[in-house]
C-alpha cells in the first residue's frame, strides 16, 4: 500500500499575503468548505497575531471545519503562540504552526540574534505550543539558505521539545530541484530523531521551480506539501496544490505515496479562489487553466479522436472540468437554487443570505437563459458584497461611445441615502464611469487594478469585474457582475467605495509572516 502524502493548504495565510488578495471572513470560510470537502488534510487559517480579524477568521474556521485539521501560524514568540492555541481552540483537529528564521542572513539582518538564542527560542516556542495541541510544527524560516549542520541542531532539539511535523521552506524561491531534493535526503539519512516527525515542504516559486522543488523533496522522503490553490501568493506564489497532486496521480510510477484529495473539486475551488481574490487563472495554467485541455492543432485533435491518450495524459473530467453541467434558469425556484449551491459546497447560514443571492439569480435569468455554476458563485460573491452597510448605491447609469467622440456616463448614486447624478466623460465607457462615480464621491483612492473576466461562455455571458482601489498605503478589494460589462464595472467600484467607507483600507493582512 502506498504511503499518504498529507497536503497542507495555505490558501487562507501564505495564499492572502498576496498583495491585493485580502479575503473577508465569510469569503475564508467558504473557501476552507470547499477545502474539507476536497479532503485536504491539514488548513492553514490564518496568522492569528497578525490582526483582530484575521484571528476572528482563524477562530471562525476553527469551529466551522470538523473532518480537516485546522492549523494556525505564529513566530517562535509567547504572544503568538498565545494567540493560535486561543485561535484554534474550538476545532476538533488542531495544529499550531510556529517558525524562526535560520540562515546566516536572517538571523544577523532580521532577527539580530545569536545562533544559539535562535535554538532557545525556537525550544521554548515548541514546548509552549505543545501545552494546548499534541500537534506543532516548526519551520527554520529561509532553510534553503541555511547551513546544513546548524538545521540539523536545531531540528534535533525541536523535535525532543515536542515537534511532530518539521517544515523545511525554501522560503525565497531560492533552491533548484536536485539541490533541494537532496536537502531532504540528508535529512532523512542524517538527523538522528527523523523517525518521530513527518517531513514536510513549502516552495516559493520565484524561479519558477515551486513545484518541480516539492515533487522532488517527495520523491526524497517528505510526506508533507505546503501549497496553495491556483499556486497563490506573495510575490511569485507557492507551489500549485492542483499541480502537486495531479503530478502525484498520474505519475504513479515514479512516486511511492498517494493523496486523498478528491481530485474532482479541483477546478471548482480554483475558480472561486479566482473570484474571491480577483486573481484570474492564464488559460495556459496547467490543470485548471482554459486551455489545458483544449486541442487546436489538427494533428493533436486527429489524435484525440481517434485515442484520448494520444495528446491527454489526465482526464478532464477526474479534475472537475466537466462538472458543470447544472443549468438552472427563469422557472427555477429557491429550493432548487439552494440546493445546488449546497452541492458545490455553498451553505447559507441565514434565510437573509439566500434571499440576497436568490434576487441576484431572478434578476441574472431575466437577463440570461441558462445560469451555470460558475454564475452561482459570482451570484455568492457578490451577494456577500451587499452585507457590507451600503453608503453607496447605485440607481441608474447610462455610458454611451461613438467614433470620433469621447465617451460618457451619467450615474445616479444613493450617497448615504441621498440620490445625486453626475455625468463625465473618459477615454472609455468603463473609465468615463469611475470618473463620474468620483465626481459624487471624491474617494482620494487610486485605482490599483481592474480585471474582466468572463464566467461562462457565450455573448450573453456574465462579465465579472475585480477592482483594486488604495488609499494612503492600503488596499481594498470590490467585485462586480452582470451580462453588461460596463454596469458590473459601476458596481466592482462602488463595491470597493464601500469597503473603504465600512472598514477604510487594510495594510498587508499578514505582514509578519513570510514562511
Known amino acids: 500500500m502506498k504511503e499518504h502524502l498529507i497536503i497542507f493548504d495555505t490558501t487562507l495565510r501564505d495564499g492572502e499575503q498576496s498583495p491585493g488578495a485580502s479575503m473577508t471572513a465569510d469569503e475564508k ?38 473532518d480537516s485539521r485546522v492549523c494556525a501560524l505564529a513566530r517562535a514568540s509567547e504572544s503568538d503562540i498565545l494567540r493560535a492555541a486561543e485561535a484554534v481552540k474550538p476545532a476538533r483537529a488542531s495544529r499550531i504552526h510556529t517558525f524562526i528564521a535560520t540562515s546566516p542572513i536572517h538571523m544577523r539582518e532580521k532577527l539580530r540574534m545569536q545562533p ?57 524561491g531560492y533552491t ?44 526524497n522522503g517528505a510526506r508533507q506539501v505546503e501549497c496553495t490553490i491556483n499556486g497563490l501568493g506573495e510575490r511569485a506564489g507557492n507551489a500549485s496544490l492542483e499541480e502537486i497532486v495531479m503530478a502525484v496521480r498520474t505519475r504513479k ?54 485515442n484520448r491518450e494520444t495528446y491527454e495524459i489526465m482526464r478532464a473530467q477526474d479534475v472537475g472540468w466537466n462538472a458543470n453541467r447544472m443549468v438552472l434558469g427563469k422557472h427555477s425556484g429557491r429550493n432548487a437554487v439552494r440546493e445546488r449551491l449546497k452541492a ?56 454611451s461611445s461613438q467614433s470620433g467622440e469621447a465617451p460618457e456616463a451619467r450615474v445616479t448614486m444613493l450617497v448615504d441615502g441621498n440620490e445625486v447624478t453626475a455625468e463625465s466623460s473618459g477615454s472609455g465607457m468603463v473609465d468615463a464611469t469611475f470618473r463620474a462615480i468620483e465626481a459624487l464621491v471624491a474617494s482620494g483612492s487610486e485605482l490599483q487594478l481592474y480585471s474582466v473576466n468572463a464566467i461562462t461562455s457565450g455573448s450573453d455571458a456574465q462579465g465579472e469585474v475585480s477592482v483594486r482601489l488604495m488609499k494612503n498605503g492600503g488596499i481594498v478589494n470590490g467585485h462586480g457582475a452582470d451580462t453588461d460589462i460596463v454596469i458590473a464595472s459601476a ?25
Request: aromatic share 6%; hydrophobic share 40%; glycine share 4%.
Open 176 to 219: 533548484l530541484p536536485q539541490e533541494f531534493g537532496t536537502i531532504i535526503r540528508r535529512l532523512k539519512e542524517s538527523l538522528p530523531n527523523v523517525d518521530k516527525v513527518v517531513l514536510s515542504v513549502h516552495c516559493h516559486n520565484d524561479l519558477g521551480v515551486a513545484v518541480a522543488n516539492s515533487l522532488a523533496a517527495v520523491q
Open 253 to 306: 510510477d515514479q512516486f511511492d505515496c498517494d493523496t486523498r484529495i478528491d481530485c474532482t473539486q479541483i477546478v471548482p475551488i480554483s475558480r472561486l479562489v479566482s473570484n474571491v481574490t480577483g486573481f484570474l487563472v492564464q488559460p495556459n495554467k496547467a490543470i485548471v487553466g482554459a486551455n489545458a485541455f483544449a486541442h487546436e492543432a489538427g494533428i493533436h485533435q486527429d489524435g484525440v479522436i481517434k
Open 344 to 399: 458545490l459546497g455553498i451553505e447559507f447560514n441565514s434565510e437573509e443570505e439566500l434571499n440576497r443571492t436568490f434576487v441576484r439569480f431572478k434578476d441574472l435569468a431575466d437577463k440570461k437563459h441558462e445560469i451555470l455554476d460558475d454564475d452561482l458563485q459570482a451570484l455568492v460573491t457578490e451577494a456577500n458584497s451587499d452585507k457590507r452597510h451600503e453608503h453607496y448605491r447605485l440607481v441608474t447609469m447610462r455610458a
Open 116 to 172: 544559539d538564542e535562535v535554538i532557545e527560542q525556537a525550544v521554548k516556542s515548541v514546548k509552549l505550543a505543545r501545552q494546548f495541541t499534541d500537534d506543532v510544527e516548526f519551520s527554520p524560516e529561509d532553510a534553503g539558505r541555511t547551513e546544513f549542520e546548524f538545521m540539523l541542531r536545531i531540528l534535533e532539539q525541536v523535535i525532543d521539545a515536542g515537534a511532530t511535523t518539521i517544515n523545511i521552506p525554501d522560503t525565497v
Open 491 to 515: 458596481r466592482a467600484y462602488i463595491d470597493a467605495l464601500n469597503a473603504l467607507a465600512t472598514s477604510g483600507t487594510r495594510q498587508h493582512p499578514q505582514s509578519g509572516a513570510a514562511v
Open 29 to 66: 470560510i467558504r473557501i476552507a468548505r470547499m477545502l474539507e470537502r476536497m479532503n485536504v488534510d491539514v488548513i492553514e487559517a490564518g496568522f492569528p497575531a497578525a490582526s483582530p480579524g484575521d484571528f476572528e477568521s482563524v477562530r471562525l474556521i476553527a469551529s466551522e471545519i470538523t
